[in-house]
């Protein structure tokens, strides 16, 4: 019986041993401490020349918020290239070495790849872009050689807060609105006989199918 509660407590020993190693965990690296925030690798490489007082390339790290990656993403955008190009530090400063150098990469472009997929821009969302009243006179004066007077015929453009009336956001469409643009050339002279006879020439147009093969 002795024997059995020596074997169990020695059991209990090596579980405790064990246990405590478990929940303590592998040591942090350097490299893996400096992903959870950059803050202390930009103050150690960085912040020397890319400060509030010298603002070199016109770039300040002293100040930005180290934890907040999105709040910045085109600055840590040009922060990414930099290191990815191997440029910065520069050969004449000091450098961190390559597994802190990699793992600051890894955690700016992670930070920022998740902020994109979180809150996607999709730049322009203007699928359609008509032509205001003045691009619709130039157009169908250039093209079919008719100059209508569309101020008339056609309601003026909307202006955007900037005061431009040819803006996509503000050229909006309506059945009505199609319909003036239609009007506004139906009763206009033919526009090849205008431009025939503006220039002087004749258009006898093509012969029939019947004619070529009398022929």
Not at 67 to 84: G, Q, S
Not at 111 to 131: E, I, K, M, Q, Y
Not at 149 to 171: K, W
Request: neutral net charge.
């Amino acid at each position: 019986m002795r024997r059995v509660y020596l074997w169990a407590a020695g059991f209990a020993a090596v579980a405790a041993v064990l246990g405590g190693v478990v929940a303590a965990g592998p040591p942090q690296s350097s490299n893996a401490a400096a992903t959870s925030t950059p803050r202390p690798v930009l103050d150690k490489y960085c912040v020397t020349c890319h400060n509030q007082r010298l603002k070199t390339a016109g770039l300040t790290l002293d100040t930005i918020d180290a934890a907040n990656i999105p709040a910045a993403a085109d600055t840590w955008e040009k922060v990414v290239r930099k290191l990815r190009a191997g440029s910065m530090p520069p050969p004449s400063s000091p450098r961190p070495d390559q597994a802190t150098y990699d793992a600051l990469i890894s955690h700016l472009e992670s930070s920022l790849d998740r902020a994109a997929v979180d809150h996607p821009n999709p730049g322009r969302t203007d699928a359609f872009h008509r032509l205001n009243r003045s691009e619709y006179h130039n157009a169908v004066r250039d093209l079919i050689g008719l100059d209508v007077d569309v101020t008339s015929l056609v309601p003026a453009d909307a202006a955007d807060e900037h005061g431009f009336d040819n803006m996509a956001g503000v050229l909006s469409v309506s059945p009505v609105l199609l319909e003036r643009y239609g009007a506004a050339t139906a009763n206009q002279p033919s526009a090849r006989g205008a431009r025939a006879a503006a220039s002087g020439r004749r258009d006898f147009g093509a012969p029939s199918p019947g004619l070529a093969e009398s022929k």
